[in-house]
Nanobody, 117 residues
């Protein structure tokens, strides 16, 4: 059974930082592209950052470029999202996403990140 378990969400003031983690189990982690998405109330789910493979292609959403960093540790089956210079508009539920470059896609349950003024 595949599981993606996010952690690290919380409440911070604007300008602060959070570091999200997603631990994967039940899959061949190194063979998956790992990404972070987010969904704010009343808005569509959007890509935050994607990392195709360790030391591979990285993609960031326009709203987070220069502030967020994605990385992964294949030995620990973990993908991270370092979020700096947070803004109230970054408030959302953050989801971990795994894709095997084929038909298999998995989502985590999400972790809430809230940025206050």
């Amino acid at each position: 059974q595949v599981k993606l378990v996010e952690s690290g969400g919380g409440v911070v003031h604007a300008g602060g930082s959070l570091r999200l983690s997603c631990i994967a189990s039940g899959l061949e982690f190194s063979g998956y592209a790992m990404s972070w998405y987010r969904q704010a109330p009343g808005k569509k789910r959007e890509l935050v950052a994607g990392l195709r493979r360790a030391d591979g292609d990285i993609e960031y959403g326009d709203a987070v470029k220069g502030r967020f960093t994605i990385d992964r540790d294949d030995a620990q089956n973990t993908v991270y999202l370092q979020m700096n210079l947070l803004k109230p508009d970054d408030t959302a539920v953050y989801y971990c996403h795994a894709w095997n470059y084929g038909p298999l896609i998995y989502w985590g349950q999400g972790t809430q990140g809230t940025v206050s003024e």
